[in-house]
């Protein structure tokens, strides 16, 4: 979906995780296509084989721009990611190399790479050396593939303990490792929750953002139903020298294609 705000066009994707919901997984590529997508993030794709899913994204016509490394299981330690917990290195790596795969196959330009929480009594300066030097492996990997990887800070009050602290963190991470081929996946939400300033904060990290994502606060809804002005953030975002997608990863408060009308208050 290309929507037009006062500063240019935005390329919308959307997460199916968390939009259409009201029909199956294997559905919703479809159904994110007659909503007017051509993008879609699939967050966990692991669930079904790749070859399944790259069927699904040309039967609907729709492009996968971003999927994350795979998750441990429920109540695990890696249950968020496993970048930044020790002791948790082979089962990253492993991670790490199926989500290339899985991007190869699927045509995906970026992989978020998931922190993790730093467990219970792990020493912080241990668990973020542990991930950097995690980091610097999976960029390895990726480079020869084509594939960008992004990094994400989960704010503190939906996920405490979470291995990377911020916006500005994940930036100093991937200028270290190598800011070609790592960048920082900047949600909006995540860095309204923690300290907010949005505009200000994208505009001095927007050489190193690889993805951009969407929702609202509080909440956690589509834009439009909580304090963020998304008028003027996506109108600064897309007067920006930042191409990529922007991600729909947003719960809607009444149905997927019901809230989906905002995107028509953002025209000029």
């Given at each position: 979906?290309?929507?037009?705000?006062?500063?240019?066009?935005?390329?919308?994707?959307?997460?199916?995780?968390?939009?259409?919901?009201?029909?199956?997984?294997?559905?919703?590529?479809?159904?994110?296509?007659?909503?007017?997508?051509?993008?879609?993030?699939?967050?966990?794709?692991?669930?079904?084989?790749?070859?399944?899913?790259?069927?699904?994204?040309?039967?609907?016509?729709?492009?996968?721009?971003?999927?994350?490394?795979?998750?441990?299981e429920p109540g695990s330690p890696t249950a968020t990611?496993?970048?930044?917990?020790?002791?948790?290195?082979?089962?990253?790596?492993?991670?790490?190399?199926?989500?290339?795969?899985?991007?190869?196959?699927?045509?995906?330009?970026?992989?978020?790479?998931?922190?993790?929480?730093?467990?219970?009594?792990?020493?912080?300066?241990?668990?973020?050396?542990?991930?950097?030097?995690?980091?610097?492996?999976?960029?390895?990997?990726?480079?020869?593939?084509?594939?960008?990887?992004?990094?994400?800070?989960?704010?503190?009050?939906?996920?405490?303990?979470?291995?990377?602290?911020?916006?500005?963190?994940?930036?100093?991470?991937?200028?270290?490792?190598?800011?070609?081929?790592?960048?920082?996946?900047?949600?909006?939400?995540?860095?309204?929750?923690?300290?907010?300033?949005?505009?200000?904060?994208?505009?001095?990290?927007?050489?190193?953002?690889?993805?951009?994502?969407?929702?609202?606060?509080?909440?956690?809804?589509?834009?439009?139903?909580?304090?963020?002005?998304?008028?003027?953030?996506?109108?600064?975002?897309?007067?920006?020298?930042?191409?990529?997608?922007?991600?729909?990863?947003?719960?809607?408060?009444?149905?997927?294609?019901?809230?989906?009308?905002?995107?028509?208050?953002?025209?000029?």
């Amino acid at each position: 979906m290309i929507i037009s705000t006062g500063g240019g066009e935005i390329k919308l994707a959307a997460n199916l995780k968390w939009l259409f919901t009201e029909v199956s997984l294997e559905q919703r590529f479809d159904a994110a296509a007659k909503a007017g997508f051509i993008g879609v993030e699939l967050p966990s794709p692991y669930e079904l084989p790749a070859a399944r899913v790259r069927e699904l994204l040309d039967a609907a016509g729709v492009q996968q721009v971003l999927i994350n490394t795979p998750p441990g299981e429920p109540g695990s330690p890696t249950a968020t990611g496993a970048a930044a917990v020790p002791g948790a290195r082979e089962e990253f790596r492993e991670g790490v190399l199926r989500a290339l795969e899985y991007a190869t196959v699927l045509e995906a330009p970026s992989v978020h790479v998931m922190a993790g929480v730093r467990p219970a009594g792990t020493d912080a300066a241990l668990s973020f050396a542990t991930y950097v030097d995690n980091i610097a492996w999976a960029a390895e990997r990726a480079r020869s593939s084509g594939v960008r990887i992004v990094l994400e800070a989960i704010n503190k009050r939906d996920q405490p303990d979470y291995g990377l602290e911020s916006m500005e963190a994940a930036a100093a991470v991937a200028s270290a490792v190598d800011p070609t081929t790592v960048g920082v996946l900047f949600d909006c939400y995540h860095a309204q929750v923690d300290r907010g300033n949005l505009i200000e904060r994208f505009e001095r990290l927007v050489p190193q953002i690889g993805h951009v994502q969407i929702a609202d606060n509080p909440g956690r809804g589509e834009p439009g139903t909580g304090e963020i002005a998304y008028e003027r953030v996506l109108t600064r975002i897309a007067e920006s020298s930042y191409e990529g997608w922007v991600g729909c990863e947003y719960g809607p408060v009444d149905g997927t294609v019901p809230g989906l009308s905002w995107t028509e208050r953002l025209h000029p």
